[in-house]
């Protein structure tokens, strides 16, 4: 692992040191920074001077430390000297949102230097006359998003549009890496190097563990040059020691709300960042009912009505508002001037997701960011202080996955079928030139190209309606105009539960919220959303009409995603906590107790160890083990492990996972541990269980919706009132039937493996815990058990057991 | 289940059996269905229609019907009759040798397919039950019929589980879709509204037994007016 104070610190060797003095800024842009007493900073300048020698280069920087200027001077600088003819820069950001506040920034600098150079946004609310006229006419600076750039490409007159590129900036580029959205830029990218060879990409990063791998993602072969800003402030992160003691389990942190409360007042502003949307709801909640000084606090998150959005987003910018509770919306990007304090509450989970948020206060390098985590329970804590300690070792997350989506590579086929015919071997040779298709073997890719052209059946059903057409050159072509407007209809990687607006009956939008979590609700029913408390008066089409009623205790929506696991190198850093005595000394002195006691009943693991504890309760056997690699992991192990208990005749009868631990419940005593947690796990069940698991059809969905095999569903797909549903489960399980080595069903495979079970990571843990596993037999629940026994009872369904719940439910016979 | 006096057995597959008669009924099997969207462009996996006979060849099979009565939108367009491959004809063919088939019209299938065996009836009366695509608005007593796809949603122990069903209220019962990639529509919906005016009860599919679960049980999704 990299340290982090290399990375604030230290300048890669090489020949950026000799650059430095060469260049200089444009006399036009040098005034620019001289009228507001600004001096630019080093790594801008050597930016520039990379730049200016034709090299690609990665900026990392910390949030607040002008790379995005960095990025962008050496196009200002070109445009000034040689005018423009055609596209010359595209800006690449994750979201819409940075494209439009770099658009006013560039605007202004454009503006006021004289630079002649026309800049726009192309995003999906850019209206369509204007996107048409982009097409034929592009502006000299084009700001967007990877969805727009794929979509651009996929014309046919790509070739006019990117012919002239000179630089591709891509922003936020750790966000994009090892996502499908960046999967599907990097594809975009190797059109973009085909279409206008020799161009520049710079990439602007955050601090990360493993710029390298940053690096190898930009990198078309021509090599990037790394170049990091000097280092910041050091931050100053507490965790609060509220007065309450720090319940065992739980996530809405209330026994903390007066503290949080006091701190919030005590500063100027403040961000209280939390982990999900549901969260920000209650902590909201709880704010404002002790907000004895009414203090304006308001609320922000991505379900939110846009307009209520930037109303909050323009009041904390006006410096009107003393505090925003909000989710990862405002982790990146947008500037929102001095914040003087960020809470976070609830367990971070990432080193690098800390530091983000905490970059988000100050927001000047040289001043310290000021931050205050609030754990909502005990392993919490120990999860913070995990990242305190991993933060103040200087050791950083890892890098996510690096295999490129099947579904992706699906996308990009028929994208570039839809610009003209290709040649599957040219294609091929570009496509492995993308990072994460780099291991692609060609096989794999003929499947893709034949699932595109036909849906890859073995029967050659579908040879009369093939979306590709075969030319006598070699070359393939798209069989019809309706298939690439359809493309473009269906294009994206981004596939999101439908979503319905919250309206209330006078018509106003107050936002939008997962559609599952309003079938879920009966009329009358009611639910907190957008800070207020709701009633469900129906469903009208796509709209959840709504009124406002009084529940102290209102349903909170459950939102898909936002909760993450703790990273591989928190929960290190948490086993180390409870492995070395020496750590705990800063622990509160309830945590600390709580240990003691633990240490004394059962025992604590050590750093590799998997501790097991076996007890029996209410007439059946627990056992309940701490692997502390999250709860999709745990889960996956929680469904290997039951199994396999059955065939040991154990009996098992359900089980529970947390991010820390995983309790199981059996009507016998396992006596062979060892045998139970074994890695051929892994091998031998995994498969078998897979293929019959919801999850898979999960992530069959959102594959088969990316790879084109379905179009999406749009809004107001429910307009005719006699809905037919015609799920894509029905699909799956013909095709898992008839089919069941079909492309898309390795694709969904490989992604519920990758994203929902984690596989590879309970793997590590399997490796790592072999021959040290600390068994304890006990007579009752230990203290460190405590947490996940509370959550006995709240587990979900597996979906093996839908049958016994249909039979539970009763009826005549 | 009892329909217009007549003890019928509705089968976890979705077929209703009228063992006393030697009959069994299925409704829309939609066959051709993933090949009419592959025209339109989604290249579906072209096997529902394959699957589908399987299932309902399972059903004969364990059944051993004299009669096997389909009630229409057996075929899902007008194309899917003629693109049938020669494995499913042959399939279709080797069902319906020694059985009185019927086919009864549908508003996806209004036209007899001419090359199979089989009768083609508008409607089909038997005993005291009438057999026919669509229920009517007037009330028939004993009108056995398919063409909602009726689907239900129960909510044992906090979960929301949904099923395609059957729904009766003694005097007629509606089949359930059979059909692979023949969608479901929640019993609530307006399409049922006068239907059964005293309430009914329904018969979820694909578990291991078939209960009957009061009408008022079911879930109603917020979605459908009241």
């Known amino acids: ?334 500037d929102w001037g001095a914040v003087d304090l960020v809470v976070q509450i609830g367990a971070p989970k990432g080193v690098a997701r800390m530091l983000q948020r905490i970059g988000r206060a100050g927001h000047r390098m040289d001043e310290p960011s000021r931050a205050l985590l609030v754990p909502a329970n005990r392993f919490e804590l120990l999860e913070c202080q995990a990242v305190l300690d991993a933060i103040g070792e200087g050791v950083l997350d890892g890098a996510p996955r690096e295999r490129g989506g099947i579904d992706v590579l699906a996308q990009h086929v028929l994208a570039t079928a839809a610009s003209g015919p290709f040649d599957p071997d040219t294609l091929y040779r570009d496509v492995i030139k993308a990072p994460p298709y780099a291991s692609l073997e060609r096989g794999l890719f003929d499947r893709i190209v034949d699932y595109v052209a036909t849906g890859g059946y073995a029967l050659a059903a579908y040879e009369r309606f093939r979306r590709l057409t075969a030319c006598d050159d070699g070359t393939l072509r798209i069989s019809n105009e309706a298939t690439a407007r359809r493309f473009r209809m269906n294009a994206g990687t981004i596939v999101e539960d439908a979503r319905l607006k919250v309206r209330m009956r006078n018509g106003k939008v107050i936002g939008e919220v997962e559609e599952h979590f309003v079938l879920g609700l009966s009329v009358g029913e009611t639910f907190a959303f957008a800070g207020d408390v709701w009633a469900l008066v129906g469903i009208r089409q796509t709209d959840a009409i709504v009124t406002r009623a009084r529940d102290r205790d209102p349903r909170v929506p459950v939102y898909g995603g936002g909760s993450f696991p703790p990273t591989t190198n928190v929960a290190g850093f948490l086993r180390k906590i409870l492995a070395e005595p020496d750590r705990r000394a800063v622990l509160p002195d309830d945590v600390r107790e709580w240990l003691d006691i633990q240490t004394k009943l059962s025992a604590l693991p050590g750093v590799d160890d998997l501790l097991v504890e076996t007890f029996p309760r209410a007439g059946k056997m627990f056992l309940v083990a701490f692997p502390f690699e999250g709860r999709p992991a745990h889960q996956t192990l929680g469904m290997l492990m039951t199994r396999r208990m059955e065939r040991m005749g154990a009996g098992p009868l359900g089980f529970v996972a947390n991010d820390y631990a995983l309790a199981i419940w059996s009507l016998r005593r396992v006596l062979d541990i060892e045998t139970l947690v074994d890695e051929s796990l892994l091998l031998e069940d995994l498969d078998d269980w897979l293929a019959g698991s919801s999850l898979l059809k999960r992530s069959f969905r959102k594959v088969a919706t990316v790879a084109g095999l379905i179009e999406r569903q749009h809004p107001g797909y429910r307009k005719t009132g006699r809905q037919v549903t015609f799920s894509t489960d029905l699909i799956y399980d013909v095709l898992r039937r008839h089919e069941p080595d079909h492309v898309l069903l390795e694709a969904a495979r490989k992604e519920a493996m990758d994203t929902l079970l984690e596989t590879r990571r309970l793997e590590d843990m399997l490796v790592r815990v072999r021959g040290r596993i600390l068994q304890r037999d006990l007579d009752t629940v230990s203290p460190l058990a405590l947490p996940v026994m509370l959550e006995v009872g709240r587990q979900m369904v597996a979906s093996s057991a839908l049958d016994d719940l249909i039979d539970a439910f009763g009826g005549d016979p | 289940m009892i329909v217009n006096g007549t003890a019928l057995q509705p089968d976890p597959t979705g077929v209703l059996h009228w063992a006393e008669a030697r009959l069994i009924a299925v409704a829309d099997l939609h066959l051709g269905k993933g090949k009419a969207f592959a025209r339109h462009g989604s290249l579906l996996p072209p096997h529902d229609t394959n699957a589908t006979i399987r299932r309902l060849a399972e059903a004969i099979t364990r059944l051993e019907p004299e009669c096997v009565v389909c009630l229409g939108d057996s075929f899902h367009d007008r194309e899917a009759v003629s693109g049938l491959d020669q494995a499913s004809l042959a399939a279709l063919e080797d069902l319906a040798r020694g059985r009185d088939w019927i086919w009864i019209a549908g508003n996806h299938d209004p036209a007899p397919p001419a090359m199979l065996s089989g009768r083609a009836m508008e409607a089909f009366t038997n005993g005291g039950l009438t057999f026919r695509h669509e229920p009517s608005c007037a009330m028939v007593a004993g009108e056995v019929s398919g063409h909602l796809h009726p689907s239900a949603v129960i909510a044992p122990k906090g979960t929301r589980i949904r099923r395609r069903c059957f729904a009766s209220d003694g005097r007629r019962v509606i089949l359930p879709a059979f059909g692979a990639y023949a969608g479901g529509l929640d019993v609530h919906e307006r399409a049922f509204s006068g239907l059964f005016p005293a309430g009914f009860d329904v018969w979820l599919v694909g578990g291991r037994e078939m209960r009957r679960i009061r009408g008022n049980r079911l879930v109603r999704p917020a979605w459908i007016e009241s």
């Open chain 1, 1 to 334: 692992m990299k340290s982090l104070h290399d990375d604030l610190h230290v300048t890669a060797p090489g020949p950026e040191s000799c650059l430095r003095h060469s260049t200089s800024l444009p006399e036009a842009v040098g005034h620019w920074f001289m009228a507001r007493g600004w001096q630019p900073r080093r790594h801008q300048l050597d930016t520039l001077a990379a730049m200016t020698q034709g090299h690609s280069c990665l900026v990392i920087a910390p949030t607040g430390g002008g790379k995005t200027m960095a990025g962008f001077l050496f196009s200002l600088a070109d445009l000034a000297s040689s005018g423009g003819s055609g596209l010359h820069t595209l800006y690449v950001a994750p979201l819409k949102a940075l494209c439009v506040d770099m658009a006013r920034n560039l605007g202004a600098v454009v503006d006021e230097t004289g630079i002649s150079a026309r800049i726009e946004t192309r995003t999906g609310d850019t209206p369509q006359a204007c996107r048409r006229r982009q097409r034929s006419d592009p502006p000299d600076i084009l700001l967007t998003t990877p969805e727009s750039v794929a979509l651009l490409a996929s014309w046919p007159e790509a070739g006019h549009i990117f012919g002239h590129l000179r630089v591709v900036i891509v922003d936020e580029i750790h966000e994009l890496a090892g996502t499908k959205r960046g999967d599907q830029l990097a594809l975009a990218l190797t059109r973009l190097s085909a279409l206008s060879p020799g161009h520049r990409r710079i990439g602007l990063s955050a601090t990360v563990a493993e710029p390298m791998k940053l690096r190898s993602y930009l990198d078309d072969g021509a090599g990037v040059m790394i170049i990091r800003a000097d280092g910041g402030a050091f931050p100053d992160i507490t965790i609060m020691e509220a007065g309450n003691r720090i319940p065992l389990a739980g996530h809405t942190a209330r026994h903390a709300v007066p503290d949080i409360y006091r701190a919030i007042r005590d500063v100027g502003t403040a961000l209280v960042f939390v982990n999900t949307r549901s969260q920000a709801e209650r902590v909201f909640q709880d704010l404002w009912e002790i907000n004895d000084d009414n203090l304006g606090i308001a609320l922000h998150h991505g379900s939110l009505a846009r307009e209520q959005r930037l109303k909050v987003e323009s009041a904390m910018a006006e410096g009107s508002l003393r505090a925003v509770v909000a989710t990862s919306t405002l982790d990146l990007g947008v």
